[in-house]
């Protein structure tokens, strides 16, 4: 299988297994919105990332002081693994953002802010 075609694949299970962990935390983390993943298949895994956005800075500022940061952490690992991706520490994996912060500092525009944006929490 040539490796445009393996990471395909690969992205198709992080699609499906990311869904599953964000449809799951939307019940669970009030003020979770939405979350999504990056990643630079030419120095994967490292370079992937997975973002869990909430919609205010509080909301977010609630959750990574609670049991809630766990919970996103162990989520997503999850996720990981049924996509058969293997980390060794998943807090690299992961970081945490707000709809607020988004609109304060890039105008609401994600694919600037997600481009320019390392892990901060």
């Known amino acids: 299988m040539t490796a445009k075609r393996e990471h395909g694949k690969t992205e198709r299970k992080l699609v499906a297994t990311l869904t599953h962990a964000c449809e799951e935390a939307k019940y669970q983390l009030p003020g979770f919105e939405w979350l999504t993943h990056r990643v ?6 490292q370079s992937l990332v997975v973002t869990w956005i909430f919609d205010t ?55 600037r802010r997600l481009r320019s944006t390392t892990t901060r929490h």
């Open 40 to 45: 630079d298949y030419q120095h994967f895994p």
């Open 57 to 111: 800075s509080a909301n977010l500022s609630k959750a990574l002081n609670s049991d809630a940061k766990q919970l996103m952490l162990e989520l997503t690992a999850t996720a990981l693994a049924e996509a058969e991706v293997v980390t060794d520490d998943i807090t690299q994996h992961v970081d945490f953002d707000s709809e607020q912060e988004c609109l304060r500092t890039h105008n609401g525009d994600w694919k």
